[in-house]
């Protein structure tokens, strides 16, 4: 009996612990969630809505500038995401060596971009490649350019310029955790494959990528989640242009609730299309990296 009582008190704190983390979780996650979800069932300018039901899904197929959206964003995802990933796993290789002198110092560096502020790292980029910036210059130096290029007003090129500073952001924080990866694997897997005569290319590819693959998926699933709700590199950057060339759908919803007249159910459409695509493409990565 007493023990019973005593487990009942133990059930009973330990709910009293629980709820109130809960309560936030459901107030500042799901609430707003469902309450998006419900707005994208409306229709109307401003605040003068009524029921669509799902006419703003609807409305999705046959919008262009969402279309260009979407578009745009899969560029940077296909492009951008496998170059980033892969660029981190070498840096982390090399920063796991045990021979390597200053480490501390390299791990600080390869960083230091993640905890710059997007819009001062936005800034950078954006004067590099002005008109008059060191990109022009150094490429007119060395004479592969005859006259500056705009990069930021063309279609193509301001597509790289994005790529390039999304890249640079956030190479740094995924290396971090393929370093965390790699300080777990045992070192005497390398060494006995070293006097088997593997290459240091054979390690990496049949021991480091494999045991790597848990956090390969995690940071690829990130990445993916991240680029699809990309915003201010491309608002800073280009402001979506030249034209819509570069807009993202995150940019679009803003200027649907912001800048044109306000179009708040239709809105929430789009971003609930962008989490229904983050759940496909998770799932999807879930299916192919986790054989289990």
């Known amino acids: 009996m007493a023990n019973t009582t005593l487990t009942k008190k133990i059930n009973l704190y330990g709910w009293l612990f629980v709820i109130p983390a809960a309560l936030f979780i459901f107030i500042l996650n799901f609430y707003p969630m469902i309450s998006a979800f419900l707005l994208s069932l409306q229709s109307g300018r401003g605040n003068n809505l009524k029921f669509a039901g799902l006419k703003n899904y609807a409305r999705l197929f046959q919008d262009e500038m969402f279309l260009t959206s979407v578009g745009n964003v899969l560029t940077y995802l296909v492009i951008q995401v496998p170059i980033m990933l892969l660029l981190a796993l070498v840096l982390a290789s090399l920063l796991n060596d045990p021979r390597l002198k200053g480490k501390s110092i390299f791990r600080t560096l390869i960083f230091l971009p993640c905890a710059t502020s997007l ?68 070192r005497s897997v390398y060494e006995a494959a070293r006097i088997d005569g593997a290459s240091g290319s054979r390690q990496f590819f049949s021991i480091t990528i494999p045991l790597l693959k848990p956090v390969i998926l995690l940071t690829t699933i990130m990445s993916t989640n991240g680029t699809l709700q990309l915003f201010d ?21 803003y200027n649907l609730s912001f800048m044109y007249n306000p179009q708040f159910g239709y809105a929430a459409a789009v971003s609930y299309a962008i989490l229904i695509m983050v759940a496909v493409l998770s799932f999807i990565q879930v299916k ?3 054989k289990r």
């Open 119 to 186: 819009v001062s790292s936005a800034m950078i980029f954006k004067s590099f490649f002005s008109i008059d910036g060191i990109a022009n210059t150094s490429l007119m130096a060395l004479g592969l350019l005859s006259e500056p290029l705009s990069w930021l007003t063309h279609p193509i090129w301001s597509k790289f310029v994005i790529i390039l500073t999304i890249t640079w952001r956030w190479t740094g924080y995924n290396t971090v955790f393929y370093l965390a990866g790699l300080q777990n694997i045992d």
């Open 233 to 253: 590199e491309v608002k800073n950057l280009t402001n979506g242009g030249p034209g819509i060339s570069t807009l993202s759908i995150s940019q679009y919803i």
């Open 288 to 290: 192919v990296g986790d």
